[in-house]
């Protein structure tokens, strides 16, 4: 009998506002009523539709209005005439505190004009800082209101995703002994070929997982099965395995390796991605700025794709590193807005590892449940030591 799961949340009938952290989005309100989890996509959990406006709000564009001190007239006009200079035209309904996503200066959006520039303005006018998200451009800085040089630089060139082809990477379609390698972990064929997941040409056993970014190959991470090493692609853009699942999807699941992704696409849900380079050590003292986010960085070249989902469910693996993972990623998305998953006990003393090693222990029927009834991540938190 098809069962219909539902999750309980701690207080009924009442709003709740969301609020990302480093990323931004516009505020939204969650209803506390939960309706069921579907297989091909989690359902909708927000009553409210994005506004099309390219403003980004953030935690720090919402504060008490009336406690904010004047603006020191002097230091706007200096900021707004250093950031004409910039080629970026400074609305006059700019509001400080907030995220702006206008057209790029120095790209021009590309082919398609799209509004990658994201600008920001301090709320005391002391600078603006900026990025462009395009793959191809990446031009970041700050500028400020006094005399202090200004910081204007792109980022490192990547490889063009048509520069690089599974010709040039030496990929060849699946062989026997990976497709065997993969059926002992339950993952089937068609769920292979869905992701693109190819394997190295020669003679030793090397799964290729191909990163892709609508549809062009802009990374590659290689396993090989006898020594079970890892290694990426060099010079490529950091982004989430399995970015194009996520097009516009409302609610996002992440996972901590490639194959935690198509474990979780075993289990009936597509709308999921796993990180490009596994979990840190432990969590992280203070929160990086954008620019020096290095090891989180996949996350702000993606971050256009993330501040659609008004619900994040974190399916990281269950040890030490896994937390801090998890931490660091709900720090960065907005708690608010996250669940986890709770993976359950293999015994007295361990829990099962991850999303491939339930699919294979105890069949996809029990992690899709386990996905289902993930809880929101402070009560998740609570259930648990960090």
Same mark, same amino acid.
Not at 18 to 27: D, G, V
């Given at each position: 009998m098809k069962m219909r799961m539902r999750m309980s949340l701690s207080i009924d009938s009442i709003l709740r506002p969301?609020?990302?952290?480093?990323?931004?989005? &516009? $505020?939204c309100f969650l209803t506390t009523t939960t309706p069921a989890l579907s297989p091909t996509g989690i359902t909708k959990l927000c009553s409210h539709?994005?506004?099309?406006?390219? &403003? *980004? !709000?953030?935690?720090?564009?919402?504060?008490n209005r009336a406690k904010l001190e004047p603006f020191d007239e002097g230091k706007v006009s200096v900021l707004k005439q250093k950031i004409e200079l910039l080629g970026v035209s400074c609305n006059?309904?700019?509001? $400080?505190? %907030?995220?702006?996503?206008? *057209? =790029? $200066?120095? =790209? &021009?959006?590309?082919?398609?004009?799209?509004?990658?520039?994201? @600008? !920001?303005?301090?709320?005391?006018?002391? @600078?603006?800082?900026w990025r462009c998200f395009r793959f191809d451009c990446g031009w970041a800085g700050r500028v400020f209101s /006094? /005399? %202090?040089?200004?910081?204007?630089?792109?980022? %490192?060139?990547?490889?063009?995703?048509?520069?690089?082809?599974?010709?040039?990477?030496? *990929?060849? $379609?699946l062989g026997a002994g990976v497709i065997a390698y993969f059926r002992e972990r339950m993952i089937s064929e068609e769920t292979l !070929?869905?992701?693109?997941?190819?394997?190295?040409?020669?003679?030793?056993?090397?799964i290729a997982f191909t990163y892709r970014r609508n549809g062009f190959l802009v990374g590659c991470k290689y396993r090989a099965i006898e020594k079970r090493r890892f290694w990426q692609m060099k010079d490529t853009e950091k982004v989430l395995y399995g970015l194009d699942d996520i097009i516009d999807a409302s609610e996002i699941i992440i996972v901590e390796g490639e194959l935690d992704k198509l474990s979780v696409e075993e289990a009936g849900f597509y709308n999921c991605v796993s990180v490009p380079g596994g979990a840190p050590g432990k969590i992280s003292?203070?929160?990086?700025?954008?620019e020096k986010d290095v090891a989180f960085q996949y996350l702000w070249n993606d971050k256009r794709y993330l501040d659609k989902a008004s619900r994040i469910i974190l399916a990281t693996d269950s040890d030490t590193p896994g937390r801090a993972l998890a931490e660091e990623?709900?720090?960065?998305?907005?708690? /608010?807005?996250c669940w986890q998953v709770s993976w359950p006990k293999k015994d007295e003393h361990s829990c099962y590892k991850d999303a491939?090693?339930?699919?294979?222990?105890?069949g996809p029927s029990a992690l899709k449940n386990l996905i289902v009834s993930a809880k929101p991540y402070h009560k998740s938190m609570d259930d648990q030591e960090v």
């Open positions: 969301i609020n990302t952290a480093l990323f931004s989005s &516009n $505020p539709s994005f506004s099309n406006s390219t &403003n *980004l !709000h953030t935690q720090s564009a919402l504060p006059h309904s700019w509001v $400080p505190g %907030r995220y702006y996503n206008i *057209l =790029c $200066p120095k =790209c &021009n959006g590309g082919q398609s004009m799209e509004r990658s520039l994201s @600008f !920001h303005i301090v709320l005391n006018w002391e @600078f603006a800082m /006094d /005399d %202090r040089e200004a910081e204007n630089r792109a980022e %490192r060139k990547f490889k063009s995703p048509r520069e690089s082809t599974e010709k040039s990477l030496g *990929l060849v $379609p !070929h869905r992701n693109s997941v190819m394997q190295l040409s020669g003679n030793k056993l090397v003292h203070t929160l990086p700025s954008s990623l709900a720090r960065r998305l907005g708690k /608010d807005r491939n090693e339930v699919l294979i222990y105890l």
